[in-house]
């Protein structure tokens, strides 16, 4: 599966759109492009000078080109990718001379499943007539963020997740309010300590023998509550 509308994107904004045929801009000759950086390489037809086009004869050879390379590339891929691998990779591919990608260390490391690299293999296709290109610097860079670009769940998904009440329980008391508890106490001052001190020596009840029955009804009354729920 592929991530067709990245795919177009990130083709069209480094192809551009040009109308008219014109010569490869590193050799000025073959090969001659025309509409969204179709050759004839990819599917026909072949481009010639003189050769003039429409925007929508221009969307066409360019899904054309894609959808050729997409199926090209299938049959040498060995590992699993996702949408937006799988559309990274035909805009390199796309872009390449097949020979070139066929002995290319990005695909050396894709099927080794060295997959968080390919990134940087990308990068260094970026010479056109043995020049570094800055066309080619900037397009690699893309194709590599989306590779690397995560595939998030659906909106709704994560909305639905995000406003989802947590699951009820019938236990209204765990450890955590016996924990709680002696936390509180341990944190009181010692006037606080002195004041709950006097108020349970009137029922000639040392405190902590106070807070350890709390605590034994907590532990008691979870107990009885996990019995009941099953």
Not at 115 to 124: K, N, T, W
Request: charge should be positive.
């Amino acid at each position: 599966m592929i991530n067709w509308n990245e795919c177009y994107k990130l083709w069209r904004e480094f192809e551009g759109l040009v109308l008219k045929a014109y010569p490869d801009p590193a050799t000025g000759n073959d090969p001659w492009t025309i509409g969204y950086g179709h050759t004839g390489g990819l599917s026909e037809p072949q481009v010639k000078p003189g050769m003039v086009i429409t925007k929508d004869q221009a969307e066409e050879y360019m899904k054309n080109d894609l959808k050729a390379a997409y199926e090209a590339l299938k049959k040498l891929i060995k590992v699993e990718l996702n949408e937006n691998q799988w559309a990274a990779l035909v805009s390199f591919y796309g872009n390449l001379k097949t020979k070139t990608f066929l002995k290319s260390s990005v695909l050396t490391y894709i099927n080794k499943g060295r997959l968080d690299e390919v990134p940087g293999r990308m990068a260094l296709y970026r010479l056109g007539d043995g020049k570094v290109m800055k066309g080619l610097v900037r397009r690699r860079t893309a194709e590599g963020a989306l590779w690397m670009k995560p595939v998030g769940p659906d909106d709704s998904l994560v909305k639905q997740t995000s406003t989802a009440e947590p699951a009820k329980t019938n236990k209204p008391w765990d450890w955590g309010a016996f924990g709680g508890l002696l936390t509180l106490f341990a944190g009181m001052s010692d006037s606080i300590k002195k004041l709950v001190g006097n108020f349970t020596s009137t029922f000639g009840v040392d405190p902590i023998v106070l807070i350890l029955i709390v605590g034994l009804g907590f532990a008691a009354w979870t107990i009885y509550s996990k019995y009941k729920s099953k």
